[in-house]
T-cell receptor, first 114, second 112 residues
Framework: SQTIHQWPATLVQPVGSPLSLECTVE??????LYWYRQAAGRGLQLLFY??????ISSEVPQNLSASRPQDRQFILSSKKLLLSDSGFYLC?????????????FGSGTRLTVV | KQEVTQIPAALSVPEGENLVLNCSFT??????LQWFRQDPGKGLTSLLL?????REQTSGRLNASLDKSSGRSTLYIAASQPGDSATYLC???????????FGTGTRLQVFP
């Protein structure tokens, strides 16, 4: 069966520090991968998605970047965190085909920038 | 641009009531609609996935319906329990963008 792992679960970082959040998927190959952010009191916003190794699409301009160095690994990064980067970050995967397939989410990372 | 709206934003009910949560979307060109549950501080758990060709899906006490032409879905929870307390999110996967677009959720509290 397929599983998705995210770490760390919580993170407190000072403003201006770097960030690296990691997401890995097991039990499938060539998945579509996604990073979402959920800010306090707001809905889920799609940040990045990837359909293959090295292929990253950005949905919104921001202080963050994403990379996919391996087929089942998706990394969210920042060189210098801002206070506004605080939020709950969720990784998700879906079948690598357009069509009637659902999304599966990881357990999330709570990031607090202080 | 696909927009997803959920009503009500919050709901507080006594245990045992039957509940209806509403979701509406503006663009009917969708692959599917998915209902999720989110407990405080946790990730999303998929509850039901309805394909665009289906009208409803059932899982235990949960039943979700889809009326694609009118851009609406409802999640029906029978005989609610305190353990059902959570935020419920609906999301649609659109043809045009193949991305999952979320509503802002309904926060449900079921008290004993």
């Amino acid at each position: 069966s397929q599983t998705i792992h995210q770490w760390p679960a919580t993170l407190v970082q000072p403003v201006g520090s770097p960030l690296s959040l990691e997401c890995t998927v097991e039990g499938t190959s060539n998945p579509n991968l996604y990073w979402y952010r959920q800010a306090a009191g707001r809905g889920l916003q799609l940040l990045f998605y990837s359909v293959g190794i090295g292929q990253i699409s950005s949905e919104v301009p921001q202080n963050l970047s994403a990379s996919r160095p391996q087929d089942r690994q998706f990394i969210l990064s920042s060189k210098k965190l801002l206070l506004s980067d605080s939020g709950f970050y969720l990784c998700a995967w879906s079948v690598h085909l357009q069509g009637p397939y659902g999304y599966t989410f990881g357990s999330g990372t709570r990031l607090t920038v202080v | 641009k696909q927009e997803v709206t959920q009503i009500p934003a919050a709901l507080s009910v006594p245990e045992g009531e039957n509940l209806v949560l509403n979701c509406s979307f503006t663009d009917s060109a969708i692959y599917n609609l998915q209902w999720f549950r989110q407990d405080p501080g946790k990730g999303l758990t998929s509850l039901l996935l309805i394909q665009s060709s289906q009208r409803e899906q059932t899982s235990g006490r949960l039943n979700a319906s889809l009326d694609k032409s009118s851009g609406r879905s409802t999640l029906y929870i029978a005989a609610s329990q305190p353990g059902d307390s959570a935020t419920y999110l609906c999301a649609v996967r659109s043809y045009n963008t193949d991305k999952l677009i979320f509503g802002t959720g309904t926060r449900l509290q079921v008290f004993p």
